[in-house]
Structure formats: structure tokens, C-alpha cells
């Protein structure tokens, strides 16, 4: 038997160690187990690496799970967990899954994992919902890079698919997705990259020009070149013209200021939440201010206006952002916004 938790807010730090066995599971979050973290531990063979039932709110983080024969990492009845970084490797091409999302797990986010050998690289399967697979890479999977059963609103996205054997797909369910709207988009295909297999990219946004057929389903935006994985995006913000808008805005004192953020990488939903002035200067424009989607290498522009006080001549500011990275995770801008 490896190592069971069974109490909240634990924090299971294994240094880089390795716990080895051939029982059933390696490591055990069981019985409504509340905010406990899992990470940097070497779990190598047992039945299943890792295992949580009616587990909530975990972490499970940066492990390395190696020669597992059955499950990478199993939940069953288990939601709000988040798993990422974890390199996960099959003893076989007779392991199953890499990771099983099974009966009622809901609102799980997987994000930037390392899978490789088993039947499937992820399973989503019995009335599993609204789950989160993006910025992984499967590969050398023997029956499929990721399948969905009786399941529904799940979203696998930006992942790398290399040599997954048989297409992935979905059978049952409702509003499952292989791909989400542009600059995101679907997954990399290794078996679906190049014009001789259906993949031409004529107008050079980086998508296939045609969706790949999947079993059931297909990837409405496939993805030309592999994806580098999720993080922070680094937003900058740029400051443009100011100047009143009109006569009306210089008689009330409304100062108008443009602004352009940009991303070297793709930020999703990007919006200002919050503006600091000095010198009495107060916020005229409706928060929050929807900026948009930003493709990598690229920017957007935005105008805001301010209530400037007769006799300001000059005022500093502070704009705070939010947005998202390719795998949905939030990020703040220049931090959190400490206003109501």
C-alpha cells in the first residue's frame, strides 16, 4: 500500500523522492478529501498512481507517475480538482489510461501533462461534465489520444495528439467540444499535419483550412504545428493619444486616453477591471471594459476616460487587467486590483 490521505488541506510535498510498490494505488485522496496538494513526488509501478474518490478542490501537481498498470491518475466522484504538470507513463500498451475522469467528476482543469504509453491518454466517461483538457501532449497511446462517454460540455483543446493510434472521439452526450473559437482553436494532430494528409493551411493562421473527422465528432480547428503549452501570458501595456474628445468633453473636463495591450502569446478575454488616478482624477468609463481576444504577437487598443478636476495639469495611473491563457487559466494584471 502507498501513501492514503484522508484529511483536509494537506500538503503531500515529495521532494523528488519516489515511492515504489505493485499494490493498487500509489497514492490515495479519499472520503471527502477538501484542499489537499499532491506534488513533486515519483510514483513508480503500482496499480494506479494516483487515486481520489469524493476528493474536492485538490491539487495534484508536478509528480511524476511512472509504470503504472492500470490508471495514471483516476477520480471518480470528485470535482473543482486541478491537475497539471504531472509526467504520466504507462508500464505497456496494456495500461489503460493515462488519466480517467469517471462517473460524476465535473469542473476538473487539466492543464500542461505529460502522457505517453497506455490504451487512451485521457477518458472521460459516465455523466462527466464540464471537464477542461488543454496544453497537454499525448503520445504513443495504442487505442486513442482521448475518447468521451455518456459525458457532456467537456472541452479538449490546444493539446498535442503524436502518434495516438485510432482517432479520439466522443459517443453520447451533449455540447462536447475537440475545439474552441480562434486564436485558441483545436489541437495538433500528429497524423494530420500536412497537405498530403488534409491539413493545407492556405492563408497561413496556423488552423488546417479543413476540420479533421474524428470518431463521432471532429476537430473543427486543427492545429498546423504543436502547441507550446499553457502559462502566464506577458501582457504589456502601452499608452496612446490623450486629448478631449470633443468641445462638450473639454467644457466637462473629460479626458480621453488611449491604450494598446499586447502578448507574445495568445490571451483570451482580456478585459480592464480597475483604474487608479492621483490628484482627485476619477474614472468616467464603465468598468469592466471588455478588450478582447489577443493572438500571440498581437495587440489591441482601448479608450478610457477620466474626470480631471479644474486646475490637474497632470495625473498618474494604474490600469488593471485580467485575462486568460490558452488553457482558460486566470491571470491579473499589474496585479490584483485592490479597489471595490
Known amino acids: 500500500m502507498g501513501i492514503r490521505i484522508q484529511s483536509n ?3 503531500l510535498d515529495g521532494n523528488g523522492h519516489t515511492i515504489t510498490g505493485s499494490a493498487y494505488y500509489g497514492v490515495q485522496l479519499r472520503t471527502s478529501g477538501l484542499g489537499i496538494t499532491v506534488k513533486n513526488l515519483h510514483v513508480e509501478g503500482y496499480q494506479y498512481g494516483v487515486y481520489g474518490q469524493y ?11 511512472s509504470n503504472w498498470t492500470i490508471y495514471g491518475i483516476f477520480v471518480t466522484s470528485s470535482d473543482y480538482n486541478t491537475i497539471s504538470g504531472n509526467t504520466i507513463t504507462a508500464a505497456g500498451t496494456e495500461a489503460y489510461n493515462g488519466i480517467f475522469l469517471h462517473t460524476n467528476s465535473d469542473f476538473n482543469h487539466i492543464t500542461g501533462n505529460d502522457i505517453s504509453g497506455g490504451m487512451k491518454g485521457l477518458a472521460i466517461q459516465f455523466n462527466a461534465n464540464r471537464n477542461v483538457f488543454a496544453g497537454n501532449t499525448v503520445r504513443d497511446t495504442y487505442i486513442a489520444g482521448a475518447f468521451i462517454l455518456n459525458s457532456s460540455y467537456n472541452s479538449i483543446h490546444y493539446d498535442n495528439f503524436i502518434n495516438t ?11 462536447n467540444m475537440y475545439s474552441i473559437s480562434a486564436p485558441v482553436g483545436g489541437n495538433y494532430w500528429s497524423n494530420y499535419d500536412e497537405a498530403a494528409e488534409g491539413c493545407a493551411d492556405g492563408n497561413g493562421d496556423g488552423f488546417c483550412d479543413a476540420p479533421l473527422a474524428l470518431n463521432g465528432t471532429q476537430d473543427q480547428l486543427p492545429r498546423v504545428a504543436p502547441v507550446a503549452g499553457c502559462g502566464k501570458p506577458g501582457m504589456t501595456l502601452g499608452r496612446g493619444g490623450v486629448y478631449w474628445g470633443s468641445y462638450p468633453d473639454y467644457e466637462a473636463r473629460v479626458l480621453s486616453v488611449d491604450y494598446a495591450v499586447g502578448t507574445p502569446a495568445i490571451a483570451m478575454y482580456a478585459e480592464v477591471v480597475g483604474v487608479a488616478a492621483t490628484n482627485g482624477v476619477s474614472l468616467v468609463t464603465g468598468l469592466p471594459l471588455e478588450v478582447g481576444n489577443l493572438p500571440g504577437g498581437g495587440s489591441l487598443g482601448f479608450t478610457v476616460q477620466y474626470l480631471v478636476p479644474p486646475g490637474v495639469v497632470s495625473f498618474n495611473t494604474t490600469v488593471y487587467t485580467t485575462a ?15 479597489g471595490p
Open 9 to 11: 488541506n494537506v500538503t
Open 55 to 65: 476528493a474536492n478542490n485538490n491539487r495534484i501537481m508536478d509528480n511524476t507517475l
Open 165 to 175: 493510434g485510432n482517432p479520439s472521439g466522443l459517443s453520447g452526450g451533449l455540447g
Open 324 to 338: 486568460e491563457d490558452a488553457c482558460g487559466l486566470p491571470y491579473e494584471y499589474p496585479s490584483h486590483y485592490p
